[in-house]
């Protein structure tokens, strides 16, 4: 079973900044675009962020400009770095990576990003 471990998350005041991170194993993560998806209270998980292997990265519209997602190959690890957060960004994160080949997802168990006003 495929394992994404995920770090990072907690309780920040509007305005202030969080980076999540979230690691894959090796065989999984030189292959996979990596992104980092939200659910929030009463809505459907959306994607915030995706990143592929060759570091093309692209942004739901309400996260543009303010969160970057990056990887890092020798640590197989993706960072989702989230300034200037507002209360809609509350929710519970997740780490996915795709194998677009196969296809198959790989999920994290989630994280939760709690902003306060």
């Known amino acids: 079973q495929v394992q994404l471990v995920e770090s990072g998350g907690g309780l920040v005041q509007a305005g202030g900044s969080l980076r999540v991170s979230c690691t894959a194993p090796g065989s999984i993560f030189r292959i996979s675009v990596m992104g980092w998806y939200r659910r929030a209270p009463g809505k459907k998980r959306e994607l915030v962020a995706r990143?592929?292997?060759?570091?093309?990265?692209n942004y739901t519209d309400s996260v543009k400009g303010r969160f970057t997602i990056s990887r890092d190959s020798a640590k197989h690890t993706v960072y989702l770095q989230m300034n200037s957060l507002k209360p809609e960004d509350t929710a519970v994160y997740y780490c996915?990576?795709?194998?677009?080949?196969?296809?198959?997802?790989?999920w994290g168990q989630g994280i939760q990003v709690t902003v306060s006003s």
């Open positions: 996915n990576a795709f194998r677009p080949e196969v296809p198959i997802d790989y």
């Open positions: 990143v592929t292997s060759g570091g093309s990265a």
